[in-house]
């Protein structure tokens, strides 16, 4: 989402519709998520100072609170409507966990202050994450971690798909039209070389494996949301006929109506420490 959009991804990060994305995800990515959690040192340390990086509505955040009772949570969104939410489900946890208005280009902290930086469901969505890694690590004390879920679209298959081509679907659709309004949906294979890079340790992927065999509800609950949210946008942004588009969505949907159907959705999750 570039800070200068006036449509495209900006206006979805903001609408209705994202809500019930970050909602119907969260429900069916967490019990995948929550356990890699138990590795970082702010689960041990009391007072640990842990920043949700791109927070939106604060669904992860409000699962940190009861994840790490003693840290000092900071949440951080570019969207005042969302960190309004983020304030609203977080109201019985006061004055751990506090909310910010700020840019992931420009982060509104001083430098070396947190001990984990968690950041979902972002990086695919801005013009230049390179910029927002250099903050999270700017912000992260020497030898602080941090947690980077990274999603990217050539991780997701359906099957059965008679008489589609889903390969074209998502790399025409959704990936055509993430690059013409500043995000990119392959970067989730591209995040791991960002830290890398910088020198930090310890880094490695975890892929959350969110299919049809451990949880197909809450894969069909996000794909609706999905196709409510993200349907009028790709086709406006993307080099798909309308006829071709729907024909995929439908599809998708049949596999997940039909109990032999099988659909994956494969997530990374990129974590390390800041150094050596
Ligand atoms: C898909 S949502 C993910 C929200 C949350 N991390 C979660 O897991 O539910 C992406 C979030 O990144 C925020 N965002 C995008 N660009 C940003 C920027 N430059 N600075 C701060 N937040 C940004 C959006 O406002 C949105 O809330």
Request: negative net charge; glycine residues 8%; contains cysteine.
């Amino acid at each position: 989402m570039s800070e200068g959009a006036d449509y495209g991804q900006a206006e979805i990060m903001a609408g209705d519709a994202m809500v019930d994305i970050l909602e119907t995800q969260i429900a069916a990515i967490w019990p995948l998520e929550r356990d890699l959690f138990g590795r970082y040192d702010a689960a041990r340390v009391a007072e640990s100072l842990v920043l949700d990086l791109g927070c939106g509505t604060g669904a992860a955040t409000e699962r940190l609170r009861e994840l790490y009772p003693k840290a000092l949570l900071r949440g951080v969104d570019l969207v005042e409507a969302s960190l309004e939410r983020a304030r609203e489900r977080c109201v019985q946890s006061p004055p751990q966990t506090e909310f910010t208005q700020g840019d992931a280009y420009a982060l509104p902290y001083d430098d070396d202050v947190f001990s984990l930086v968690v950041c979902r469901h972002v990086l695919q969505a801005v013009d230049e994450p390179t910029r927002v890694v250099d903050e999270a690590l700017r912000v992260l004390r020497p030898g602080g971690q941090f947690h980077f879920l990274v999603e990217d679209y050539g991780l997701i298959h359906f099957h059965p798909a008679p008489g589609v081509d889903l390969d074209r679907f998502w790399r025409d659709g959704p990936m055509r039209a993430a690059e013409r309004t500043g995000g990119d949906l392959r970067q989730g294979r591209k995040a791991a070389t960002l830290f890398l890079e910088r020198g930090c340790s310890e880094v490695r992927v975890d892929y959350m494996p969110l299919d049809t065999t451990r949880d197909r509800e809450g894969l069909r609950a996000v794909w609706r949301n999905w196709r409510t949210g993200y349907e009028a946008f790709v086709l406006e942004h993307g080099d798909l006929e309308p006829a071709f588009a729907t024909a995929c969505w439908d599809a998708m949907q049949a596999v997940f109506d039909a109990p032999e159907g099988h659909a994956c959705w494969l997530i990374p999750v990129v974590s390390g420490r800041k150094g050596t």
